[in-house]
Every structure is written in structure tokens, then in C-alpha cells.
Nanobody, 117 residues
Framework: QVQLVESGGGLVQAGGSLRLSCAAS????????MNWYRQAPGKQRELVAT???????NYADSVKGRFTISRDNAKNTVYLQMNSLNAEDTGVYYC???????????WGQGTQVTVSS
């Protein structure tokens, strides 16, 4: 079992920055890939960024060059640094991991990010 708790969302002006954090429970954190998703009002949830257990990263085209995903295995925490925010980045951001051996996803409760233009 994995529990995920996000924090760091809020209201920011366009062009500003926010850093999201996701704290994970359990001793397996360092061995699993972690993801950030977001869901804008009226839209489907989309994958924003991924970081593997080996710290390889991948990003959606819409956030490349602006967002950075990172992890601190000593703190069981994954981060999403978001710079140059714009109104299209508004939404609820979710931390996620998929455990292959259980065949299931785990989600945090989400944190709201609102970018005012």
C-alpha cells in the first residue's frame, strides 16, 4: 500500500512559479516511478511529468522547459517545480504511482493550482 499526500498548490499570477510536493508512505518509494497528473475544469486528466526510480524524467510537450520533476528518496518525496506559469496550467494536480505487481494505481487527493492572467 502507498499513500500519497500533495501540497504546495495555490493562486499565482501568470509568469510566476510554484513548487508542488508529494509525500509518499512506505519503504518502496526509491524503487518506484512517480507521476504528476493534472485535470483542468471540463477536461480529462493528463500526464504532466514522470520520474523513474533511476531519476530519468519525461514531460508533456506543453510543460517542457518550464516544469521540472525531481525526487528525494531520503524524504520519500517527489516535487514538481513549475515556472513561467500561464492560465492553461490551472487545474488540480495529482501525484500518482502505478505498482505493476499489484496492477493498480495510487493517487493523492490533489492540490489546486490557479494561475491568474
Amino acid at each position: 500500500q502507498v499513500q500519497l499526500v500533495e501540497s504546495g498548490g495555490g493562486l499565482v499570477q501568470a509568469g510566476g512559479s510554484l513548487r508542488l510536493s508529494c509525500a509518499a508512505s512506505g519503504s518502496m518509494f526509491s524503487t518506484i516511478a512517480m507521476n504528476w497528473y493534472r485535470q483542468a475544469p471540463g477536461k480529462q486528466r493528463e500526464l504532466v511529468a514522470t520520474i523513474t526510480s533511476g531519476a530519468a524524467t519525461n514531460y508533456a510537450d506543453s510543460v517542457k522547459g518550464r516544469f521540472t520533476i525531481s525526487r528525494d528518496n531520503a524524504k520519500n518525496t517527489v516535487y514538481l517545480q513549475m515556472n513561467s506559469l500561464n492560465a492553461e496550467d490551472t487545474g488540480v494536480y495529482y501525484c500518482n504511482t502505478h505498482l505493476l505487481w499489484l496492477g493498480r494505481d495510487y493517487w493523492g487527493q490533489g492540490t489546486q493550482v490557479t494561475v491568474s492572467s
